[in-house]
Structure formats: C-alpha cells, structure tokens
C-alpha cells in the first residue's frame, strides 16, 4: 500500500487485515468489525475514529454487481428523505467498478457515500465508504489506499 496521507485523525501506521479471503490495509488506530463477518461470513468494515467508515461485502461471482450497487442505493433512498446520486464508472488498479456517489443529509450533516462494486475470480464485491463531508474530505485518500490495497492484492493471488 502507498503512504496513507497524513491528517489530523490519521497518524497510524498502516496494519493489515486478512481474513475470509479478504486482504487490506488500513490505518491501525481505525476499528475492524467483523460482526457482520461473524454472522455471514463475507463482509468486514473499519472505522476511522470520527465515525467514518469503508466497507466491503464479499458475494458470489454470479452476482451482477452493478445490480447489487443499485441495490446498495435504493436501501440508502430508503433510509434518507433526500438524496442525490450520480452514477460512477472507474478504473482502479486496472480493476473496472461500477456504482454511484451518493449526498445526503443525516443528523442536519451534510454526507458523502461512495458505492463501488465489482467481479473479481472470487466473487462480486461492493465497497462502500460514507463520512460526514468535512470528514470525508479528510479521508477520501486514506479511502482510497484502503481500496487500492484490497484490489492490489486481489491482482496479486
């Protein structure tokens, strides 16, 4: 993984998380939870400590993952009165993902969401990423080189 730039939130080193056949890195003063892990065995997120979060989901390869990243937006409509999306096409560490940036407001904040999905030999996966937007900001590049590190692993087995 590149450098993890530096910030006020963000001054860790970077540790490694490598379970379930799922491989990032990410800053070690940020927070694994695997309960969703635990319960289905494909999905793990980290935590920054302002709240922000990135998170992938592991499913079968068969799974259509711009689909399942229409999905992803139509649960986050569900939850949030008003919300803009745009739709996303990206290529990332020679990788092709598909999704949508999302705006909304939660809590009177202003918030950035990300959705990326993508097939890979071994599955479908969904990245999602949300933050307040001053925090986003913040950790847009550490979202980054977490993501950039899963997928150059990825590449790498």
Same mark, same amino acid.
């Given at each position: 993984?590149?450098?993890?730039?530096?910030?006020?939130?963000?001054?860790?080193?970077?540790?490694?998380?490598?379970?379930l056949?799922?491989?990032?890195?990410?800053?070690?003063?940020?927070?694994?939870?695997?309960?969703?892990?635990?319960?289905?065995?494909?999905a793990? !997120?980290?935590? $920054?400590?302002?709240? &922000? %979060?990135? *998170?992938?989901?592991?499913?079968?390869?068969?799974?259509?993952? +711009?689909?399942?990243?229409?999905?992803?937006?139509?649960?986050?409509?569900?939850?949030?009165?008003?919300?803009?999306?745009?739709p996303?096409?990206?290529?990332?560490?020679?990788w092709?993902?598909?999704?949508?940036?999302?705006?909304?407001?939660?809590?009177?904040? !202003?918030?950035? $969401?990300?959705?990326? &999905? %993508?097939? *890979?030999?071994?599955?479908?996966?969904?990245?999602?990423?949300? +933050?307040?937007?001053?925090?986003?900001?913040?950790?847009?590049?550490?979202?980054?080189?977490?993501?950039?590190?899963?997928?150059?692993?990825?590449?790498?087995?």
């Amino acid at each position: 993984m590149g450098t993890i730039p530096p910030s006020n939130t963000n001054r860790a080193m970077p540790a490694t998380y490598a379970k379930l056949g799922i491989r990032f890195d990410y800053p070690d003063n940020w927070t694994i939870d695997e309960d969703e892990a635990r319960a289905t065995r494909n999905a793990v !997120t980290v935590y $920054a400590p302002g709240g &922000a %979060f990135w *998170s992938v989901l592991v499913l079968p390869s068969e799974v259509d993952p +711009a689909a399942e990243a229409a999905t992803a937006v139509e649960t986050m409509r569900a939850d949030y009165d008003e919300i803009d999306v745009e739709p996303i096409e990206e290529q990332v560490e020679g990788w092709d993902l598909a999704g949508f940036d999302l705006n909304f407001y939660c809590l009177d904040l !202003t918030n950035t $969401a990300q959705i990326r &999905a %993508f097939n *890979s030999p071994f599955g479908t996966y969904m990245i999602l990423v949300q +933050a307040e937007d001053r925090e986003f900001q913040q950790l847009e590049l550490v979202f980054r080189a977490i993501t950039v590190s899963m997928l150059r692993h990825l590449r790498s087995v």
